[in-house]
């Protein structure tokens, strides 16, 4: 098993790449790091009846909670981009996994509900860490025209984690209801959903120990991108967004209102228990399903239609693709709600999987193509960060309209409210918006990649 790196260009002096063996393995490494992250991001939306009826929580504080893990993890993320650049990459990646696992771990014993809420946005802070040092990694184990299938191998766990985690936890949280409260060494007797957050943390403090004995490649320079507007510093970057804030605010409320939706359903498991009488277990085996059979199809068949409209001369083709997706995304978030019955709700709600796919996938793609390279860096880091507290919003939407307006006996409505109610500014601009999107990318001419 040849685990070495390849041989340096010795006209250039470049570094070496590292084998594609040991490229792959830490590939896969990272992956299997996104979908334990998934576990510990997920679990709680399962968990929230018996933590509901434990703490004597409202909805609108469930909401909150919710929004906990949302709220931190974009604004890390910006400081996280300046750490890795200067740390050693898998050393961070293990702390993450240590300190969102901990987290975990820390809301299975919490005692109120500020440690519930101090613990879930502990899981913000050390997911935050992965995905900036695993795309770092990656671009340092491949040259470029070998890193696409790596990174869209690691960009296909967000599907396929989602699926794992929810098939996962809905076999752990029906075990131990069906066992009853359980002891642990270290903690003692626990509620069936106390251990089902403890036993799902504990295998991520194994896999951070794992993360310190993998060495990674070595840094690899990035050429300097030639200005075309402006520097390349963070005041140039605010400028530019400053000086094009219509097109980035429709173009952001678009994301963002996907965020808000996706986020509110964290809600999903409780408003089917309480509507339809569908367990958690039940719910959660159905979505875990639904999401690894839709998720990598969605995905693909997406990236072939923006590459083949992208070459049929569509030069937009990355925002209509994101204007039918949102148009898919609004109707079938909120018609599921109003069914007569469990299972024609979650057929629509397969529909919406598809919505969001196609939102979340296409956006990064259509952002890059009005932002000049040399600034790309951070605005993506603050898109992440704006769509991220944009998301916040649609747990706690839900919960103050359960709590405060229908009543948390129909947390269905409050569910179909956020789309409805998110959307209206978002559709509003959109032609406004793609006459900017098309202006911009006049300007940007072959400077946009």
């Known amino acids: 098993m040849n685990m070495k790196a390849e041989n340096p260009d010795t006209k250039t002096g470049a570094l070496p790449y590292p084998s594609a063996m040991t490229g792959w393995f830490i590939v896969i490494m990272l992956t299997i790091a996104y979908i334990f992250s998934f576990v510990d991001r997920y679990i709680l939306g399962l968990l929230i009846e018996p933590i509901k009826a434990e703490f004597d929580l409202s909805?609108?504080?469930?909401?909150?909670?919710?929004?906990?893990?949302?709220?931190?993890?974009?604004?890390?993320?910006?400081?996280?981009?300046?750490?890795?650049?200067?740390g050693k990459r898998v050393w961070i990646v293990s702390i993450g996994i240590a300190l969102w696992s901990a987290a975990t771990i820390a809301t299975g014993t919490?005692?109120?509900?500020?440690?519930?809420?101090?613990?879930?946005?502990?899981?913000?802070?050390g997911e935050a860490t992965l995905s900036p040092a695993a795309f770092s990694v990656i671009g340092d184990s491949f040259p470029t025209e070998r890193r696409g299938k790596p990174i869209a191998f690691y960009s296909a766990a967000l599907p396929l984690g989602a699926g794992i985690a929810s098939l996962l936890s809905g076999a752990i949280i029906a075990w131990t209801a069906a066992s009853g409260n359980q002891s642990l060494p270290l903690f003692g007797e626990l509620s069936p959903w106390r251990f089902t957050m403890i036993v799902v943390g504990l295998p991520g403090i194994l896999l951070a120990l794992f993360f310190l004995f993998i060495k990674e490649p070595a840094r690899r320079p990035v050429a300097a991108s030639p200005d075309v507007i402006g520097g390349s510093g963070f005041r140039d970057a605010m400028k530019y967004i400053w000086d094009n804030k219509l097109l980035y605010f429709g173009f952001l409320s678009i994301i963002g209102t996907m965020t808000a939706i996706a986020y509110s359903q964290g809600f999903l498991a409780p408003t089917f228990e309480r509507t339809w009488d569908w367990s958690p277990q039940k719910f959660a085996f159905a979505y875990g399903l639904a999401m690894l059979i839709i998720g990598p199809i969605n995905m693909m068949a997406i990236g072939a239609i923006s590459d083949w409209w992208t070459k049929k001369g569509v030069k937009d083709a990355s925002l209509r693709l994101l204007y039918i997706g949102?148009?898919?995304?609004?109707?079938t978030a909120a018609l599921p709600f109003f069914m007569p019955s469990g299972e024609l709700a979650f057929a629509i709600l397969c529909l919406n999987i598809v919505g969001?796919?196609?939102?979340?996938?296409?956006?990064?793609?259509?952002?890059?193509?009005?932002?000049?390279?040399?600034?790309?860096?951070?605005?993506?880091?603050?898109?992440?960060?704006?769509?991220?507290?944009?998301?916040?919003?649609?747990?706690?939407?839900?919960?103050?309209?359960?709590?405060?307006?229908?009543?948390?006996?129909?947390l269905q409505y409050a569910l179909a409210a956020v789309p409805i109610l998110f959307a209206i500014v978002p559709i509003m601009l959109m032609p406004l918006t793609r006459r900017l999107y098309l202006t911009q990318m006049v300007k940007l001419g072959e400077t946009t990649e």
């Open 59 to 86: 909805d609108r504080s469930i909401g909150w909670l919710l929004s906990a893990f949302t709220l931190i993890y974009g604004f890390v993320g910006i400081f996280m981009g300046w750490l890795i650049d200067r």
């Open 110 to 125: 919490a005692k109120n509900f500020v440690q519930l809420f101090a613990a879930r946005m502990g899981v913000g802070v």
């Open 326 to 331: 949102f148009l898919i995304l609004i109707p």
């Open 356 to 410: 969001i796919g196609i939102v979340t996938t296409i956006g990064v793609t259509a952002l890059l193509v009005i932002t000049p390279a040399q600034i790309r860096g951070q605005i993506v880091a603050l898109y992440y960060l704006a769509i991220s507290w944009f998301g916040s919003l649609g747990p706690i939407a839900v919960g103050e309209l359960s709590s405060g307006v229908f009543g948390e006996d129909n």
